[in-house]
C-alpha cells in the first residue's frame, strides 16, 4: 500500500496519546487485579484440579550467610543464590569486579 506523506503522518498520529495519558497493556484473562480469579475459573471451566504449592519451611538466615533458593538455576541446574535484593526501580549496589582482558 502506497500512502502520501500527509495521510502516513494523520494514520500514525491516531495512535500517538495526549501528553498525560498512559496506554493500558494489561488486560483481559491475565490482567494483574483479576489473575488468580481468571485462572481458578478457566481450571474450574476446564475440569483441571488446581496445582498444589507446596512451601518449604526455611530457616532464618543469618545475615552474612548467602541464601540458597529453594528453585535450581534453569540453565544449568545448579543451585541459586541470592545475592541481593533491591526493590522494583532501584540499582542494584552490588557490582561484579571487572575482569582484566589483555589483548595483546
Excluded at 541464601?67 to 540453565?75: G, H, K, M, W
Amino acid at each position: 500500500m502506497k500512502l502520501h506523506p500527509h495521510e502516513f503522518i494523520r494514520r500514525f498520529l491516531i495512535h500517538v496519546l495526549p501528553r498525560g495519558f498512559h496506554r493500558i497493556r494489561h488486560y483481559g484473562l491475565f490482567a494483574s487485579s483479576n489473575r488468580t480469579a481468571n485462572i481458578a475459573r478457566a481450571r474450574q471451566l476446564l475440569g483441571v484440579a488446581s496445582p498444589v504449592v507446596e512451601h518449604e519451611q526455611m530457616k532464618a538466615a543469618a545475615p552474612d550467610e548467602p541464601r540458597v533458593l529453594p528453585c535450581p538455576c534453569p540453565r544449568c541446574g545448579g543451585r541459586m543464590i541470592v545475592i541481593e535484593v533491591f526493590a522494583r526501580g532501584c540499582e542494584p549496589t552490588y557490582r561484579p569486579t571487572p575482569i582484566g582482558i589483555d589483548t595483546s
